[in-house]
């Protein structure tokens, strides 16, 4: 059974923290993703890589990095956590030329920050 | 259907109905068009995709309707079930971008009354 995992379910934040949030995938795949999931605005993309050590800038990258040291490990950094960034945080994976564009997702990592 | 702002859409039907979510799409280039399902607490899962190259695909119970002259798609349920009760989000997918980037709509939650 394919798995994307996130490794906090809920955390809680104090604006000015760090914050790591890590996703590990076991199905080999090229492509990971960030999203964000806010109610009423959908999945926005943050950054996506498509192989080790590459990053793209999705929609709105601004407050965010990333890190792509390892094909199965895709982590989201936040240098310095404001309160707007509280949300549902949503990683996923895809392969190449799967003749579709299915993500894979994880569970979700709901963030707050006080 | 789409949602502006925070108010996520709501369609309630009653149990064995048929049900019927829309969606409208940006880009007249998308030639690869998904539908995922998330249920509370969980990441979205793929149900159903469809390419520009038709205008209707049926899956188990779902079916998928593109009408590209505006830039239309549902999503019909046939038999509606609680288990369907979840939130569903439209995804659009141009093909000549790397790594399968999607674009998702806001998302709209159906509810099913037993």
């Known amino acids: 059974d394919v798995k994307v995992t996130q490794s906090s379910r809920y955390l809680v934040k104090r604006t000015g923290e760090k914050v790591f949030l890590e996703c590990v995938q076991d199905?080999?795949?090229?492509?990971m993703f960030w999203y964000r999931q806010d109610p009423g605005l959908g999945l926005r993309l943050i950054y996506f890589?498509?192989?080790?050590?590459?990053?793209e800038k999705g929609d709105i990258p601004e407050g965010y990095s990333v890190s792509r040291e390892k094909k199965e490990r895709f982590s989201l950094i936040l240098e310095s956590a404001s309160t707007n960034q509280t949300s549902m945080y949503l990683c996923?994976?895809?392969?190449?030329?799967?003749?579709?564009?299915?993500?894979?997702f994880g569970e979700g990592s709901r963030l707050t920050v006080l | 259907g789409e949602s502006v702002g925070l108010h996520l859409p709501t369609l309630s039907v009653q149990e064995g109905d048929n049900s019927i979510i829309n969606c409208a799409y940006s880009?007249?280039?998308?030639?690869?068009f998904i539908w995922y399902k998330q249920e509370s607490g969980k990441g979205p899962q793929f149900i159903i995709d469809?390419?520009?190259?038709?205008d209707k695909r049926q899956g188990q119970r779902v079916t998928v309707l593109l009408n590209k002259t505006v830039k239309h798609l549902s999503l019909q349920i046939a038999a509606t079930q609680p288990g369907d009760s979840a939130v569903y989000f439209c995804a659009e997918n141009m093909n000549n971008n790397a790594g399968n980037m999607l674009t998702f709509g806001g998302g709209t939650r159906l509810m099913v009354k037993p």
């Open positions: 880009n007249s280039a998308s030639d690869y």
């Open positions: 199905m080999d795949h090229e492509n």
């Open positions: 996923a994976s895809s392969g190449p030329g799967q003749g579709t564009g299915e993500l894979f």
């Open positions: 469809i390419r520009s190259n038709m």
């Open positions: 890589s498509y192989d080790v050590k590459m990053k």
